[in-house]
C-alpha cells in the first residue's frame, strides 16, 4: 500500500485545514503512515485546487518530501478552495520526478492514485496503448498511474467518469493477469472535474488499499487514512466500491466492478 491522499469537496477553506494542521495530517502520514506498507512517503508531493475564476484547476508539485519542503506550509496557509486534492508519494519503480507526481491534470480534470498496475515495466507498452492520440500528447511522465487516467478520460471519461474508469479497470485487469505476474491491480484513486468527485477502491485480490469518508454539513472529506484518532468520525469504503459526490446530491457509496471481483475468485 503506497502513498498517502487527501480530497476535499465543501465550502471554500485553506488547505492548511487539512493537509497540514491535524494530528494526523498529510505531513504527518509522509514520515510515518499507519495504514501503509510505506510508513514513509518521501518520494515527492503534490497538491491541486479549484477556484472560481479558472475551469481548470491549479498545480503544485515537488521532488522534495513534504516534511522538508516550508513552501508546502506556506501554500497551504494561504490557498483556500471548495475542492482540493494533496497527496504525498512512495513511488513503485517509476523516478521521482514532478511529471511523476500526482495529481495529475487535464483540461478540468484532477486526478490521484494509490496502488500499482501489475508489474509495470513489461505491460507499460500495452497500457499506453489504451490511451487515445488525443490524450496522448499530455503524457508527461512515466507512472502507470498518470497512464491510466489518459486511459480513463479517453474512454469516456468526460461524459461517464464510473463508466469509462470501470471500463478501463476491467481492461487493465485482463492484461495484468495475462501478463502472469504476481503483482496486483491496485486502484485506490479520486477523480474530478472541479464540479462533482468521485474516489474509488478497488483491487483484483483480497487486498484493496486502504480509504475512508467523512461527511461534515456541506463538506466530504475522503483520505487514505484518517487524519486523527476519533474514528467514530470516519466511514471505511467498502472494497470494490465508489464514493459519488455530485454537486447539488447527497453523497452515495456503490459498488464498483464487484460483479467482476466476485468472478475472480
Given amino acids: 500500500m503506497m502513498c498517502r491522499w487527501i480530497a476535499y469537496r465543501g465550502p471554500p477553506i485553506?488547505?492548511?485545514?487539512?493537509?497540514?494542521?491535524?494530528?494526523?495530517?498529510?505531513?504527518?502520514?509522509?514520515?510515518?503512515?499507519?495504514?501503509?506498507?510505506?510508513?514513509?512517503?518521501?518520494?515527492?508531493?503534490?497538491?491541486?485546487?479549484y477556484d472560481d475564476q479558472h475551469p481548470e484547476p491549479g498545480l503544485y508539485r515537488e521532488v522534495r518530501p513534504a516534511w522538508s519542503d516550508e513552501n508546502l506550509r506556506h501554500?497551504?496557509?494561504?490557498?483556500?478552495?471548495?475542492?482540493?486534492?494533496?497527496?504525498?508519494?512512495?513511488?513503485?519503480?517509476?523516478?521521482?520526478?514532478r511529471p511523476n507526481c500526482h495529481p495529475f491534470g487535464h483540461g478540468r480534470w484532477l486526478f490521484m492514485h494509490n496502488g500499482q498496475v501489475g508489474?509495470?515495466?513489461?505491460?507499460?507498452r500495452a497500457v499506453e496503448a489504451m490511451i487515445p492520440d488525443a490524450f496522448y500528447a499530455s503524457r508527461a511522465g512515466t507512472t502507470d498511474?498518470?497512464?491510466?487516467?489518459?486511459?480513463?478520460?479517453?474512454?469516456?471519461?468526460?461524459?461517464?467518469?464510473?463508466?469509462?474508469t470501470a471500463r478501463t479497470l476491467a481492461r487493465l485487469s485482463d492484461i495484468v493477469t495475462a501478463s502472469k505476474t504476481r503483482e496486483p491491480l491496485r486502484f485506490?484513486?479520486?477523480?474530478?472535474?472541479?464540479?462533482?468527485?468521485?474516489?474509488?477502491?478497488?483491487?483484483?485480490?483480497?487486498?484493496?488499499?486502504?480509504?475512508?469518508?467523512?461527511?461534515?454539513?456541506?463538506?466530504?472529506?475522503?483520505?487514505s487514512e484518517p487524519l486523527d484518532g476519533e474514528r467514530s468520525?470516519?466511514?471505511?469504503?467498502?472494497?470494490?466500491?465508489?464514493?459519488?459526490?455530485?454537486?447539488?446530491?447527497?453523497?452515495?457509496?456503490?459498488?464498483?466492478?464487484?460483479?467482476?471481483?466476485?468472478?475472480?475468485e
Fill in 188 to 223: 485506490t484513486a479520486a477523480l474530478s472535474d472541479g464540479r462533482d468527485l468521485y474516489a474509488f477502491r478497488y483491487a483484483n485480490n483480497d487486498f484493496a488499499n486502504t480509504l475512508y469518508y467523512r461527511e461534515a454539513g456541506e463538506s466530504l472529506l475522503v483520505v
Fill in 119 to 124: 508489474d509495470w515495466t513489461p505491460i507499460r
Fill in 233 to 264: 468520525f470516519w466511514r471505511a469504503v467498502p472494497p470494490s466500491h465508489v464514493v459519488i459526490a455530485r454537486a447539488g446530491r447527497p453523497v452515495v457509496v456503490e459498488p464498483f466492478l464487484a460483479d467482476r471481483r466476485a468472478a475472480a
Fill in 145 to 164: 498511474s498518470e497512464a491510466v487516467f489518459l486511459a480513463i478520460l479517453g474512454a469516456g471519461g468526460d461524459e461517464d467518469p464510473v463508466g469509462a
Fill in 14 to 49: 485553506a488547505l492548511e485545514k487539512y493537509v497540514t494542521a491535524p494530528t494526523h495530517s498529510l505531513i504527518v502520514q509522509s514520515l510515518k503512515a499507519l495504514e501503509s506498507s510505506a510508513a514513509t512517503n518521501g518520494d515527492g508531493f503534490g497538491l491541486g485546487w
Fill in 75 to 97: 501554500l497551504c496557509q494561504h490557498i483556500r478552495s471548495r475542492l482540493f486534492f494533496a497527496h504525498v508519494r512512495a513511488s513503485t519503480g517509476t523516478p521521482t520526478t
